[in-house]
């Protein structure tokens, strides 16, 4: 449950705000998006400032099909951070022996499992009789959580955990066990908290390559860790970066990528990190017979880090942060580069536009989250992130492997096969959709769906008429909420946020939005199991359900569509000051 002690108030009536033409003539040299003046409007008799639909060109439809072509290396490359990101979320692959140590310590000696509710004391049983833990699927912006279900299946505990706790010598303390996998996301709270300000002081290239450090520097500390305190260090520098990664992969690509292809190319987020999730649950197979194999693993977690802090040496600066510095010709190179060349003076008129009317150049405090149109936004981003959590996303994951085995597939590999493909298809799904039917539809359709799919599971357990047929709704439930979460709920959230932020404040929403998404996804974890030895599975499907509602009313009625926006448009239409200082 979440609350807030504002509310988003309604934006007063202003002036339309008229943006200079783009050039017409098209330029068959270039790769380009066609981008025309729009009268944007935003009425005080809705809370949600509505934004006109943009026209579609007509003119020559395939001039602009491969727009996306130019900025597609560069967010390809910042992408990478995704990747890392699911490598080190992806290791929840656990032997038999690792399951039954790690379940006799939670459970008190074995005692607290008798006391559990039936789905419970099932679903331990179930876990501890496959080979494989199942493996957990999460979008671009969603971590896996810390859940006290069995301590140690949470973040990148890479290998079997007893391996490692038997070399560094803390074999038996649940407690320090605990301590090194909460460190990590100690570490991703304040990484998120700390990236507004770098990003606005060193730009967003300069802010990957320094966010690699910590990424190298703990996965080797931690392969080469032979005592507590080295493995505490290396977890906590890991999800330090991990932290700023999270926040800054969504600022660079909703300021680099063309605005037609924005929400398609953001989406590469959430399919980077099936891809790192994927390569790490191939890469610890062998840890089931090499109680030594979890060195190797981190050795390998350092190599992407060290692509990305070379790629981001090719890649482009964001043009907005580089008029923002005073850096014009730069940025029109940039803008040039990826952008098409008739973009270039009405792009920069846009950001100097901003920047004389936001006074971006002076720079931003957290204080200034308090303020409007700021603290909207801030509260919206919180909101979004809150709602996801709490929609149930890591729950569904947790007893996936149960909801399969009783249909008959035992295989945990072949269940996180199903999930995996489930995730993956709704992220190629919202490459799709994101800029065809926009981000407000696309997000209200996702939690729509996420909540039939909620309901439909606790109907089948809570009401079991046929046992097979209750499976197999279970099944058809659990798929589909993972798919219709990675359409919209995953890619959406992160990506709208930024959309919505104003140029001087875009870096400090976004730290500030992820911090409540750090602090969610720990209390889930912590509460999660709790709530289901108390309720059972299916009441707490079901408030999972209604969340899920919740979370679709909310983005009808306090979102924006963004879809075909630039973010100064954007930035204009939603803060009344502009058409005040343009008077």
Not at 4 to 12: I, S, T
Not at 196 to 205: A, E, M, P, Q, Y
Not at 523 to 529: I, K, Q
Request: net charge neutral; proline share 5%.
């Amino acid at each position: 449950m979440w609350v807030a002690p504002v509310l988003p108030k309604p934006v007063p009536p202003v002036l339309s705000v008229l943006t200079s033409s783009r050039n017409p003539k098209q330029n068959s040299f270039h790769f380009r998006f066609s981008y025309r003046p729009l009268n944007l409007k935003v009425s005080a008799t809705k809370q949600q400032q509505q934004l006109p639909e943009p026209k579609a060109d007509k003119k020559n439809p395939r001039s602009s099909d491969l727009g996306w072509l130019p900025a597609f290396p560069h967010v390809l490359i910042a992408s990478m951070s995704n990747f890392l990101f699911g490598y080190h979320i992806g290791f929840v692959s656990l032997s038999y022996h690792v399951l039954q140590y790690l379940c006799s310590n939670y459970l008190d000696d074995g005692t607290r499992l008798d006391e559990t509710a039936q789905e419970t004391g099932q679903f331990f049983r179930s876990i501890c009789n496959q080979t494989l833990v199942q493996m957990k699927f999460a979008c671009p912006f969603m971590s896996s959580s810390l859940c006290q279900i069995v301590l140690l299946i949470k973040r990148v505990m890479n290998g079997p955990i007893v391996s490692v706790a038997k070399e560094l010598g803390f074999e038996g303390n649940s407690t320090l066990e605990g301590l090194v996998v909460s460190i990590f996301i100690a570490g991703a709270f304040l990484g998120s908290v700390a990236s507004g300000s770098l990003v606005d002081k060193l730009g967003c290239r300069r802010t990957f390559q320094l966010d690699t450090i910590p990424l190298i520097l703990g996965a080797l500390v931690s392969a080469q860790a032979h005592s507590l305190d080295e493995i505490l260090w290396g977890r906590f520098l890991v999800g330090l970066g991990i932290g700023v990664n999270t926040v800054l992969v969504p600022i660079y690509i909703s300021e680099v990528a063309p605005t037609k292809y924005r929400g398609s190319l953001g989406t590469l987020c959430q399919i980077g990190t099936c891809l790192g999730i994927i390569a790490s649950l191939f890469l610890d197979i062998p840890s089931e017979t090499d109680p030594h194999w979890w060195r190797t693993i981190l050795y390998i977690a350092s190599a992407p880090g060290f692509i990305l802090a070379l790629g981001m040496q090719f890649a482009v600066e964001s043009p907005r942060w580089l008029c923002k510095v005073g850096r014009l010709d730069d940025a029109k190179t940039v803008i040039r580069n990826i952008w098409g060349s008739s973009e270039v003076e009405t792009a920069i008129q846009d950001f100097q536009s901003v920047i004389k009317n936001n006074g971006v150049n002076v720079g931003s405090g957290w204080l200034e989250l308090l303020e409007e149109p700021h603290s909207r936004v801030a509260f919206i981003g919180g909101a979004l992130f809150v709602l996801q959590q709490f929609a149930g996303i890591n729950g569904v994951l947790y007893f996936s492997s149960l909801t399969f085995k009783d249909v008959g597939i035992t295989s945990s590999s072949l269940t996180s096969l199903f999930v995996g493909l489930a995730n993956f298809a709704g992220a190629l799904c919202a490459v799709y959709l994101m800029d065809k039917e926009g981000r407000q539809k696309l997000l209200i359709g996702s939690y729509l769906g996420m909540a039939v799919s909620m309901f439909l599971i606790a109907c089948a357990i809570g009401f079991p008429v046929d046992e097979e047929l209750s499976h197999n709704l279970s099944i058809l439930g659990t798929l589909m909420y993972i798919f219709t979460f990675a359409i919209g709920a995953g890619p959406v959230t992160g990506l709208i946020i930024p959309e919505l932020s104003s140029a001087k404040m875009r870096g400090k929403i976004m730290g500030f939005s992820f911090s409540v998404h750090w602090v969610c996804n720990f209390l889930v974890g912590l509460l999660f199991l709790d709530l289901v030895e108390i309720f059972g599975v299916a009441p707490v499907y079901t408030g999972f359900g209604c969340v899920s509602l919740s979370a679709a009313i909310y983005a009808k009625y306090f979102l924006v569509e963004t879809k075909g926006r630039s973010l100064e448009e954007i930035e204009m239409s939603l803060n009344p000051d502009f058409s005040v200082r343009d008077k």
